[in-house]
């Protein structure tokens, strides 16, 4: 069983930054994908970034040059670092945690959400 907590959200003008993080407990973040996800109302949920064990990472194209994943492995977290921030990158910010399962990562554990409101 792994438990997730993301932190970070809060408001912040277009053009600002701002740090999402997520603290594991239960299992070693470093051992499995850990991505990031967003939802605006309304909308589908949307890939944002992941993080491989290996410490590779991906991008969605909407946050690409903006956004940068990292993890410290001494504190079980992984980063979302957000700048450049622009109103269509308010939503709910999730993390999770998955594995790759012949060729694919499927995600079995998800946080709660933080919001992240970017004002225009």
């Known amino acids: 069983q792994v438990q997730l907590v993301e932190s970070g959200g809060g408001l912040v003008q277009a053009g600002g930054s701002l740090r999402l993080s997520c603290a594991g407990s239960?299992?070693?973040?470093?051992?499995?994908?850990v991505g990031w996800f967003r939802q605006a109302p309304g909308n589908e949920r949307e890939f944002v970034a992941r993080?491989?064990?290996?410490?590779?990472?991906d991008y969605g194209d909407s946050v690409k040059g903006r956004f940068t994943i990292s993890r410290d492995n001494a504190k079980n977290r992984v980063y979302l670092q957000m700048n450049s921030l622009k109103p269509e990158d308010t939503a709910v910010y999730y993390c999770?945690?998955?594995?790759?399962?012949?060729?694919?990562?499927?995600?079995?554990?998800w946080g709660q959400g933080t919001q992240v409101t970017v004002s225009s």
């Open positions: 239960g299992r070693t973040l470093s051992s499995y994908v």
């Open positions: 999770a945690v998955g594995r790759t399962r012949f060729g694919v990562v499927r995600y079995d554990y």
């Open positions: 993080i491989r064990s290996d410490g590779s990472t």
